[in-house]
C-alpha cells in the first residue's frame, strides 16, 4: 500500500524524462553528521525503550479500530516521545549497516 501511495506522489511531483537538479557539493553531509551524533550519544534512554514506548502508544492510540480523540493523544504521545529520543544511549561501539 505505502509503496503505491509513494508511486502515485512521485509521480504528480515529478515527470517521465525531467531531469534531476545537480546535487550540492556537501549533499549528504547534513545526514551523515546527525548519524554521527546519533552512534555517538551517550544519554539515559536505551533505543530498546524508546521503540517500546512508541509501539505502546502505537496499539493504544492508532490501532485500527480508533477515534479521532485517541489518534490525537497517540500523535501527542509520539511526538513526546520521539523528542525524548535527544536522550537516547546508543549501546554499541561499532554500527554496521543494517545490524543496529
Known amino acids: ?7 502515485i506522489k512521485v509521480s504528480v511531483i515529478h515527470f517521465a524524462g525531467e531531469k534531476q537538479k545537480p ?3 556537501d ?4 545526514t551523515i553528521a546527525w ?3 546519533l552512534r555517538n550519544s ?17 496499539q ?6 480508533r477515534t479521532q480523540e ?13 523528542l525524548s529520543s535527544c536522550q537516547i544511549i546508543f549501546p554499541l561501539t561499532r554500527c554496521v549497516l543494517n545490524s543496529c
Open 70 to 82: 485517541t489518534l490525537e493523544e497517540g500523535t501527542l504521545l509520539l511526538v513526546i516521545h520521539i
Open 1 to 7: 500500500m505505502y509503496t503505491e501511495i509513494s508511486i
Open 60 to 65: 493504544s492510540n492508532a490501532a485500527v479500530f
Open 35 to 37: 548519524l554521527d551524533k
Open 23 to 25: 546535487l550540492e557539493k
Open 27 to 30: 549533499a549528504g553531509q547534513k
Open 42 to 58: 551517550n544519554g539515559s534512554l536505551p533505543t530498546s525503550k524508546i521503540r517500546l514506548n512508541m509501539q505502546r502508544v502505537m
